[in-house]
């Protein structure tokens, strides 16, 4: 597992098909050791922070080898790390293997996988596809947000170390976004979730009001 390219942008105002929309989506790749602080790489910003950014979505990391995949699905040989709005572009890392509560060492930093990625309508106007949302979701290839746990720096081409999870249960990214989109779930799996240190209070929130999942 390794760090392929490290992309970060700060929001601008972009004409997007005669709509202006503020947006960090489009990142692009840097060199050099890059500074990670709790809430974001140096040079990197988010536009709502109403529903980007925050120190459970500090950094944004998404596999090339879906990237490659969306190339061949949506025809599109101009994709390429960044494209995807993810500060780090990896090698590895799939949502079947990786789970919330992983502690992962990269440089002189340390993260913790915090949820998958759930796309809004700024990745359509980025892609020029007003169905990718809902295919990115289907998919399974949401990617996932770190939060970080200790500053430092990393730098593209650096190896991604798996640390000891210190959660009571295992749930990967990819059982998480298939409970999400199913919206059914048993005690036992809401109890799982419910007991996981890492995962957002906004989705332990919503994993406990009214009509978010249904009982099996």
């Known amino acids: 597992m390794t760090v392929i390219s ?6 601008r105002v972009a004409n997007i098909h005669g709509k202006m929309v ?17 809430l974001n790489l140096a040079g990197d910003g988010q536009a709502d922070l109403s529903v980007h950014g925050g120190p459970d979505k500090a950094v944004y990391l998404y596999p090339w080898d879906h990237i490659q ?3 061949q699905v949506l025809r599109r ?3 390429g790390p960044g494209s995807f709005g993810e500060n780090l572009t990896v090698e590895g890392m799939g949502e079947e293997e990786v789970a ?12 913790v996988v915090t949820q998958p990625r759930l796309p809004c309508f700024k990745l359509a106007l980025a892609l020029e596809t007003p169905s990718i949302p809902k295919l990115f ?28 999870s210190r959660e009571p249960v295992r749930v990967t990214i990819a059982e998480f976004v298939q409970l999400y989109r199913a919206k059914r779930a048993t005690r036992e799996q809401i109890q799982n979730l419910l007991s996981l240190a890492a995962l957002p209070v906004d989705w332990k929130d919503w994993l406990t009001g009214r009509n978010a999942m249904r009982l099996e």
Not at 100 to 111: K, P, V
Not at 137 to 164: H, K, M, W
Request: aromatic share 10%.
């Open 6 to 11: 490290i992309n970060v942008a700060m929001p």
């Open 22 to 38: 503020e947006t960090g989506i489009f990142k692009t790749p840097v060199a050099g050791p890059v500074v990670v602080g709790k």
């Open 69 to 71: 995949y969306w190339r």
């Open 77 to 79: 040989d101009d994709l």
């Open 100 to 111: 919330i509560g992983d502690e992962l060492a990269i440089g002189t930093a340390r993260f």
């Open 137 to 164: 979701l289907e998919s399974g290839r949401t990617g996932f947000y770190l939060r970080v746990l200790q500053e430092g720096a990393i730098t593209a081409g650096d190896p991604i170390y798996p640390l000891p």
